[in-house]
């Protein structure tokens, strides 16, 4: 089937890359290489080609006071249950060691 669909194809695949190949520019060799033609602002570039921010504009917050929290489901009710009866026992039988 593919054999079949290979020579419709092929005008397909070459309009996909030519635009690619048409530019002129050629493509940076390394990401490093990209960040040291354009560095993002507030940023230095280290030696080893990675950005260090060193200046970045606040993240916008609002304090806001924390909600009351969700009421228990049953198995945390059970296990908080199963927890009391398990230091309730072993209060009980420290002293007897």
Known sequence: MIRR????????LCLLLAPGCATGESL???PAAALLAQPPAGSTIEPSGFATITDAPPAPFEPAPP???PPLTPAQIAGHRQFARAGAFQN???DEV
């Open 5 to 12: 669909m290979r020579p419709r194809l092929l005008p397909f």
């Open 28 to 30: 940076p060799a390394t």
């Open 67 to 69: 909600g009351e929290p």
């Open 92 to 94: 009980s039988v420290m």
